[in-house]
């Protein structure tokens, strides 16, 4: 596992088209943006686990804020 220390506004880079942002960190939460060619599946991990057993999951609104680190969002 690699560790990282980052403050707002950095990013670390997977691969040369993925790219985490991070948005905002308090109260012991990180916010963290992300930026990945169209198609590429990003999913929390308790949603990820639920579709590779099937279950049905629950649809979420997404939304954007108005913030510098946001390329595209929907």
């Known amino acids: 596992?690699?560790?990282?220390?980052?403050?707002?506004?950095?990013?670390?880079?997977?691969?040369?088209?993925?790219?985490?942002?991070?948005?905002?960190?308090?109260?012991?939460?990180?916010?963290?943006?992300?930026?990945?060619?169209?198609?590429?599946p990003i999913h929390r991990e308790e949603v990820f686990d639920k579709i590779a057993r099937n279950e049905p999951i629950a649809p979420v609104e997404t939304h954007?804020?108005?913030s510098p680190f946001f390329v595209e969002c929907g």
């Open 1 to 40: 596992m690699l560790v990282l220390s980052r403050k707002q506004g950095e990013r670390v880079l997977i691969g040369p088209d993925v790219i985490i942002t991070v948005l905002e960190a308090r109260d012991g939460r990180v916010r963290l943006g992300f930026t990945a060619p169209q198609g590429t």
């Open 64 to 66: 954007c804020e108005e």
